[in-house]
């Protein structure tokens, strides 16, 4: 059974640094795709950023600059370094393994998905 559990999140200051780590078990995931979306009080749940099997990475305009996506793929984990946090960043984050190579903002383009991790920034 493919899990993944993300872990890291919590209660900042704006200014602040995070990092979210996602672990995936139960298949190997290193010829996929990861990916980060974070979903907010009342909107529908937007990509943050992703990581294609070789290294590439993506981001939404909005973290472009401030977050950073890595991968372990011995680890089969993923990475958040969140930094310059805003108020606006408030969401709840989800992981999810995408079921192709490439990365992709669509988040019909992943298959399996974490429990998501609460990310709050104060003023």
């Known amino acids: 059974q493919v899990q993944l559990v993300e872990s890291g999140g919590g209660l900042v200051q704006a200014g602040d640094s995070l990092r979210l780590s996602c672990a995936a078990s139960g298949r190997t995931f290193s010829n996929n795709a990861m990916g980060w979306f974070r979903q907010a009080p009342g909107k529908e749940r937007g990509f943050v950023a992703a990581i294609n099997w070789s290294g590439l990475t993506y981001y939404a305009d909005s973290v472009k600059g401030r977050f950073t996506i890595s991968r372990d793929s011995a680890k089969n984990t993923v990475y958040l370094q969140m930094n310059s946090l805003k108020p606006e960043d408030t969401a709840v984050y989800y992981c999810?393994?995408?079921?192709?190579?490439?990365?992709?903002?669509?988040?019909?383009?992943?298959?399996?998905w974490g429990q998501g991790t609460q990310v709050t920034v104060s003023s």
């Open positions: 999810a393994t995408a079921n192709r190579p490439w990365a992709t903002a669509q988040a019909s383009g992943y298959d399996y």
